[in-house]
């Protein structure tokens, strides 16, 4: 981890395949969610461009927070399957504008043979401007936020 970056990795018992196919339909994202504030998929669409914006109905109970019911956009950057996916999130403004933060999601898998995947997830918030960092703490979460996003992943993939 350094000031800017958190990564988590683990092992997934099912073809990596499966694994993207996870990652990249949004109705899945709240039960992967290892932070608890993706409630629902408002865009159902499998993610299949970059450039593609899909958006997530949020809930946040930290009772600081400005806005505890939310809606995140989330744009496409990293499209390659089975092999990589990533979004940068914002937020559309009053006149339709989506303004991103400057932070990322990431899901890098490795195929380990027929049945596991490798999954290493990343959140890079180094793009964040100085403005938004005296706003908000980054990361707003813990590591452990991370790891239970890969568990979910896995128990998602490999029920058992």
């Known amino acids: 981890m350094n000031q800017d970056i958190v990564i988590a990795t683990a092992t997934v018992a099912a073809p990596v395949a499966e694994v993207f196919a996870l990652l990249a339909n949004p109705s899945t994202h709240p039960a992967i969610d290892g932070t608890g504030w993706v409630k629902h998929a408002v865009d159902e669409e499998p993610l299949t461009e970059l450039g593609q914006i899909f958006r997530m109905d949020m809930y946040h109970s930290n009772p600081e927070h400005p806005d505890p019911t939310y809606q995140m956009a ?17 937020m559309e403004n009053e006149s339709g504008h989506v303004e991103f933060g400057g932070w990322v999601w990431r899901y890098d898998l490795v195929a380990l043979g027929p049945s596991e995947t490798a999954v290493t997830l990343t959140y890079d918030w180094s793009a964040v401007p100085e403005n938004l960092r005296e706003h908000i703490q980054f990361p707003p979460f813990g590591p452990e936020h991370l790891t239970n996003s890969l568990r979910h992943l896995s128990e998602l993939a490999s029920p058992h």
Not at 74 to 90: E, K
Request: hydrophobic share 35%.
């Open 74 to 90: 989330n744009q496409i950057q990293v499209l390659d399957p089975p092999s990589a996916i990533g979004w940068r999130p914002g």
